[in-house]
């Protein structure tokens, strides 16, 4: 397996700002993805496509600016905020690269540009190595990882497992020795 810089093998799409937005749906305008909806996947505001960055539904977007620097999502379908990229790659399946990127968040989000507004450092970003298998091993790789966002997360295993744990002991009362 080799192992590669990952802006030998990514496409970045950073977003643009458009000319208007609305806060109404509308026949003609689409989603405007900001870091809440990157967030919740629920749009508050709506513009044309005119010049800007087009996601689908599942892309991986990572925050450029702000505080959230390096944080990465999947987008719902619209239009790429211009504090959010879109990352792309013909040779990383969306969800290996989604699941690395996620990875490298604490890095990323350190390691930024700026004094007053945080950037992310794109040379950081471009720099880290990523092994690359073949696609159908990438699958193979993140599949429970996906199997696990499927079913809540980590964090909801966690706590269901927890859970389990308290009821267990809160049925017997423990015996003094």
Request: proline fraction near 6%; aromatic fraction near 8%.
């Amino acid at each position: 397996m080799k192992l590669v810089e990952l802006g030998e093998v990514i496409q970045i799409y950073k977003g643009r700002k458009p000319l208007n937005l609305s806060e109404s749906p509308d026949i003609d305008l689409l989603p405007y993805i900001d870091i809440e909806t990157l967030k919740t996947g629920t749009a508050s505001q709506f513009a044309r496509p005119d010049k800007c960055v087009l996601a689908n539904q599942g892309d991986v977007l990572i925050v450029w600016d702000g505080a959230s620097c390096g944080l990465v999502g999947r987008s719902p379908a619209g239009l790429v905020g211009s504090t959010l990229a879109r990352i792309w790659s013909q040779d990383l399946t969306t969800n290996y690269l989604f699941y690395y990127l996620k990875d490298k968040f604490l890095l990323l989000n350190a390691r930024t540009k700026g004094s007053t507004i945080p950037h992310l450092d794109k040379q950081i970003l471009l720099g880290q190595k990523i092994p690359l298998p073949f696609l159908d091993d990438q699958q193979k790789i993140v599949a429970p990882l996906v199997l696990l966002d499927a079913e809540g997360g980590a964090s909801s295993v966690f706590r269901n497992s927890a859970d389990s744990i308290k009821k267990q002991f809160s049925r017997k009362p423990l015996k003094a020795s």
